[in-house]
């Protein structure tokens, strides 16, 4: 049985996460897995609820953490040989920017037959300034070239990555989409609305908006603010947003909230009167996604966003910019509205549109939750997975009997 040593910059909530977890789990008997991960930040909510409910328990190296520190970043990749010197891994497989640049250098230098790298998202623009993005780049080059085969979660990523940013040769890229369990968003739906609209004081009538992630400034939230205040000054329909998530830019989206004139509550509140709430971190997301009307996304730049895919499978449709990899996670006009993400304007009025045109909502709920049922189930990603490992090593073993 082949083995697998897969990193993990830090087990959190969102899509990497669920990437590594699922395939730690689901891969097996097939292939001995050991999920390594790294130290989270104090800001960030951690998702060792994932890995319990999947029956994997994980490696942690405290030392492997997202900033930049000589001194942990040593300690880490000392302890990623160890590692892999006990272990003897086959293949190590490295997911996102931190272990992804400490596994491989770890792998190469320990004689890995096979090392594989997945780009959950990339940092090459709406991050950091030009000389930080510069030397990221040149960085990922090299570690491209260490690596036997690269892995991409969109067509689109594929492309920004060999083509713009020239990381590696195309051939040496595999897109394969993410995979998730979706069973929880398809179940027991009607019940779980009652619920949530419950717990928040919704009437029927109400139309529900949520935007779902960390705050953080790459994700926009300005712009949610916008739409939504735009929204309120020209629907007469009554409308209940959600900023479901934490991070370092809650202070500035409330203080900015405060000068839109937008009222809030806050999620230690006792009743929930005014039209936008913050309800920090929140575990139970299929729960939220049935409670919900519609749902929205402001990211400058995303890789493969699980909470569209989460939200399609809940029967939800989506008012998006168009970043990253979105195109290839929804049907733009049959299961969201999108707009370029210069184009405010575009934006404010696709939200009025969905809020206002419920039919529309029906049309794209329905069209939704087919489409990713199909696309992003756990069942495929470990197929094509499976498929590709195999296919490494077996070039692997081909090369060492020339």
Same mark, same amino acid.
């Given at each position: ?28 008997? =097939? ?58 891994? =086959? ?38 300034? $030009?000389?930080?993005?510069? @030397? ?66 919704? *009437? ?17 939230? $300005? ?20 900023? /479901? ?23 230690? *509140? ?6 936008? /709430? ?7 997301? =299929? ?7 519609? /749902?929205?996304?402001?990211? @400058? ?5 699980? $909470? ?17 990899? /979105?195109? *290839? ?10 707009? =370029? ?50 296919? @490494? ?10």
């Amino acid at each position: 049985m082949p083995r697998v040593l897969r990193i993990l910059n830090r087990l959190i909530i969102g899509g990497p996460s669920k990437n590594a977890v699922y395939l730690t789990r689901y891969m097996q008997p =097939d292939f001995d897995t050991i999920l390594v991960i790294g130290g989270k930040e104090d800001h960030e909510q951690d998702a060792d609820f994932l890995a319990t409910a999947n029956n994997i328990q994980p490696t942690c190296i405290p030392q492997m953490k997202r900033a930049i520190s000589l001194r942990d970043d040593w300690a880490a990749y000392n302890k990623l040989k160890k590692l892999i010197k006990e272990f003897k891994p =086959d293949i190590v497989h490295t997911h996102a920017a931190k272990s992804g640049a400490l596994g491989r250098l770890a792998a190469k230098h320990s004689n890995v037959p096979v090392i594989v790298h997945t780009f959950h998202g990339h940092i090459f623009h709406s991050y950091f300034n $030009s000389l930080k993005t510069n @030397l990221f780049i040149r960085t990922e080059r090299y570690l491209g070239g260490l690596s036997d085969a690269i892995v991409a979660i969109s067509d689109v990523q594929k492309k920004e990555l060999s083509g713009d940013f020239r990381i590696a040769a195309a051939e040496k890229f595999r897109v394969i989409p993410l995979g998730l369990d979706l069973d929880n968003f398809i179940i027991d739906c009607d019940a779980k609305r009652n619920k949530f609209r419950t717990e928040f004081g919704l *009437d029927d009538e109400t139309v529900a908006i949520g935007i779902i992630g960390r705050l953080v400034p790459v994700k926009n939230h $300005s712009l949610f603010l916008t739409a939504l205040k735009y929204v309120l000054n020209n629907s007469s329909i009554k409308v209940k947003a959600f900023i /479901i998530g934490d991070g370092e830019s809650r202070t500035s989206i409330e203080k900015l909230a405060t000068t839109l004139d937008i009222k809030f509550s806050k999620h230690i *509140d006792k009743e929930y009167p005014n039209p936008l /709430i913050f309800t920090s971190w929140r575990t139970d997301i =299929d729960t939220i996604c049935a409670g919900l009307d519609i /749902i929205a996304l402001t990211s @400058l730049n995303e890789g493969t966003p699980v $909470s569209l895919i989460e939200a399609q499978a809940a029967g939800k449709p989506i008012v998006s910019t168009r970043v990253g990899g /979105i195109a *290839d996670v929804v049907l733009e006009n049959k299961t969201a509205l999108l707009s =370029d993400i210069a184009d405010e304007k575009a934006y404010c009025n696709n939200l009025l549109q969905m809020v206002n045109d419920v039919s529309m909502r029906q049309k794209f709920s329905n069209a939704g939750q087919e489409y990713v049922l199909n696309k992003f189930g756990y069942q495929r990603l470990v197929a094509d997975m499976s498929g590709l490992y195999r296919d @490494l090593l077996d070039k692997k073993n081909h090369s060492n009997k020339r």
